[in-house]
């Protein structure tokens, strides 16, 4: 059902989840997708323990056959050249979810989910959080119910260490995006805990 489908693949600052992400990228293209990157501010400036900037975005190159977008003048087009049939936050943090849920748009990525949602199509939310079950529950509860969002299914990815901690299931992003292309929710949205 994804084969052939067009997908802003947008990446924002969860660091440690930056594997896995490229990994989720490396899964839809195998599927039959045709993935283009989308880099936050951060993502694409910053080096941290987990991954160099340089190896994130030659990584996203070198998976999706395409230069990523890193400027909010370059993410701007999405939307009025109906570019993709759908875009993924992967990861989505915290900072993203508030910033989705009071429609503020300072990065490449928000501007690329704003642009996008004008066109009545899915954007797709992987969350990766530390305050999900606090500061940030009130945004997710927020998005959960307006239109065009949904969730890859997410749930305490440590409870005794980071009680508050919220991250979803990567490789649910395919089934996620299908049921998203259809209209629809992808069920559970809330996973058992670790």
Avoid: W
């Avoid at 501007?111 to 969350?127: F, G």
């Avoid at 065009?148 to 992003?173: E, H, I, M, T």
Wanted: aromatic share 6%; with cysteine.
């Amino acid at each position: 059902m994804l084969e052939g489908m067009r997908v802003g693949f947008a990446v924002t600052g969860s660091f440690c989840t930056h594997r896995a992400s490229l990994q989720a990228m490396e899964d839809l293209v195998k599927q039959g997708v045709d993935v283009y990157p989308i880099l936050s501010y951060n993502s694409s400036e910053m080096s941290t323990r987990f991954m160099a900037n340089t190896e994130l975005i030659e990584r996203s190159i070198a998976i999706s056959g395409h230069e990523p977008i890193c400027t909010i003048k370059d993410a701007e087009p999405i939307g009025p050249k109906k570019l993709f049939d759908a875009v993924v936050i992967v990861p989505c943090t915290g900072n993203t979810l508030a910033k989705l849920a009071n429609s503020i748009t300072d990065t490449p990525v928000l501007m690329a989910a704003k642009s996008h949602l004008r066109n009545n199509r899915p954007l797709i939310l992987a969350v990766s959080t530390n305050d999900g079950l606090s500061g940030s529950a009130k945004n997710i509860g927020l998005l959960l119910s307006m239109k065009n969002y949904y969730f890859v299914p997410f749930g305490q990815d440590d409870c005794v260490r980071k009680p508050f901690s919220l991250v979803a299931d990567f490789g649910l992003l395919g089934e996620t995006l299908s049921a998203a292309l259809a209209g629809k929710q992808l069920q559970p949205v809330l996973l058992p805990g670790k």
